[in-house]
């Protein structure tokens, strides 16, 4: 089954232009006339003699618009025009005079503004408040055309802005015309155009002219600045990504929900790699199963790996006596109560339950693992399961042997392993997954259930590995805002969003051993398991099925979707998958 894999390498819309730049974004600048070289690749004007004068100007507009009634600004959404900042400098004063209380007359009989066309988007000219006429000029209008050579349109969620072919009645009316709200406005024309520049003059005959920030257009901007950010870290240009990262967060500023969430800690991330200022706890803290445990609350991500592992196990247990799971990573246990009560309904009475935990030590030493025993060893009791536990202490899973867990014999016992996004993180250390492998296989299994993230963040390339991570974040956090089932400011939602920006800062800041959070795709993982020695299991129609039905009763079935992948199952946001759980037994000897 064909799955989007994501974000693929965008073409540019001239060809002979991407051959020549062989991977670069930005191209040789013309004199800039005095402008800030920065922001006018970025498409603002802006004197460099002038920056600290802009820069006061902002506070002051910041917090005349704080202080100011709603009623006291209204006006700036029914009795204006509003136009792209290309003229940073002359918007915000313009903007200072509509909110200066008395007003503030313009002279617009001999005044002009700057309009570059080349930031008006098709799709959004109709939401101007204004009305905008075109002149029979030799010159056909150019909209918004995307010329990146990053393909924008994996990214989720209203930021992202897709070209649209005019219709065939749009391209035969030469005057577009659209209606303003205020009696006092009068017919703007475009008069010329300046071939050289890209950028039309239009006489502007309508009081109060200002402009309004096109979040759609700054949104194309926000990830083109994060990719060019990316591509000088990875060419060691330490000083244009250091000017960049900086003007992420003032691009940011006028997204929205996950857009904005998503940019700045990619932003965060890309600082840290650039200033080298490494984060310093580890993703393994009893802080990280706080985080965990609210990310299981908010979304159903963590449920369908524990539900789709906890079916496959329970299927290899079918008529065994006495059972034993072996938890990679048992966290907070909240995998298990529900196994544990599945099994205490099974038709002639319930197995002996053992479980052994794997965890790693605790920074104030406590024996956090034993805590969670005692509280499944209570549940045990009321539902008359016969249980054990047994707890484990390990900075790696690597360091595990099979004959410290005390195997029993597949006559004696049922074993099955489970492992829920832990084994992508011994690809941090050679020879690390090739040892636990091997250890699992010492333990003769009946079955070994494996879910993990299901992104290549894993690669050899930093801005392809950026990349993948940038979109596939994105969609995550579109997830998590786009449901609706949590409160956007709750707990819930707040930690389960720093539980994932914890992994963007280990995927882009962190290298070498650091670097942890190595995520590979499903066929990445088949690939390894099946040369390991281990055969797929199928979970089967009815694993489908009933992972289906938890998520039309957790989700609503909006958004959210499972997708059967030879005999895997993933869980995904709309058409893209985001986690996957496959199921793998011991490979048949063959004579």
Known sequence: MKRDRGLAKGESSSTAAAEGRKGKIWKQQPDSGGMDELLAVLGYKVKSTEMAVVAQKLEQLEMVMESAPEDGISHLSSDTVHYNPSDLSGWVQNMLSELNEGGFDINVQNQSAMVDESLLVPGDLCSLSGSIGFGNSAQPSRFYEDNSEYDLRAIPGGAMCIKKELSESEKEDG????????????????????????????????????????????????????????????????????????????????????????????????????????????????????????????????????????????????????????DFSLKQGMQ?????????LRPGGPPAFRLTGIGPPQPDNSDALQQVGWKLAQLAETIDVEFEFRGFVANSLADLDASMLEIRSSDVEAVAVNSIFELHRLLASSGAIDKVLSSIKAMRPKIVTVVEQEANHNGAVFLDRFNEALHYYSTMFDSLEGSGLTQPNSQDMIRSEIYLGRQICNVVAC?????????????????????????????????????????????????????????????????????????????????
Not at 284 to 308: G, N, R, V, W
Not at 312 to 320: N, Q, S, T
Not at 336 to 344: F, I, N, S, V
Not at 528 to 533: E, H, P, Q, V, Y
């Open 336 to 344: 298990w109560p529900a196994l544990m009560q599945a099994l205490a």
């Open 175 to 326: 005057n577009k015309r659209i209606k303003t709200g205020s009696s006092r406005s009068e017919e703007s024309v475009l008069s010329s155009a300046e071939i050289g520049g890209g950028v039309a003059r239009a006489t502007v005959s309508a009081v109060r002219p200002v402009v309004l920030v096109d979040s759609q257009e700054t949104g194309v901007r926000l990830v083109h600045t994060l990719m060019a950010c990316a591509e000088a870290v990875q060419q060691e240009n330490l000083k244009l990504a250091d000017a960049l990262v900086k003007h992420i967060g003032l691009l940011a500023v006028s997204q929205g929900g996950a857009m904005r969430k998503v940019a700045s800690y990619f932003a965060d991330a890309l600082a840290r790699r650039i200033y080298k200022i490494y984060p310093q706890d580890s993703l393994e803290t009893p802080y990280s199963d706080i985080l965990q445990m609210h990310f299981y609350e908010t979304c159903p991500y963590l449920k369908f790996a524990h539900f789709t592992a906890n079916q496959a196990i329970l299927e290899a247990f079918a008529g065994a006596n006495r059972v034993h799971v072996i």
């Open 511 to 591: 290298e070498g051993t650091d670097r942890v959070e190595r995520h590979e795709t499903l066929s990445q993982w088949r690939t390894r398991m099946s040369s390991a020695g281990f055969d797929p299991v199928h979970l089967g129609s009815n694993a489908f099925s009933q992972a289906s039905m938890l998520l039309a009763l957790f989700a609503g079935g909006d958004g959210y979707r499972v997708e059967e992948n030879d005999g895997s199952l993933m869980l995904g946001w709309h058409t893209r998958p985001l986690i996957a759980t496959s199921a793998w037994q011991l490979a048949t000897v063959t004579s």
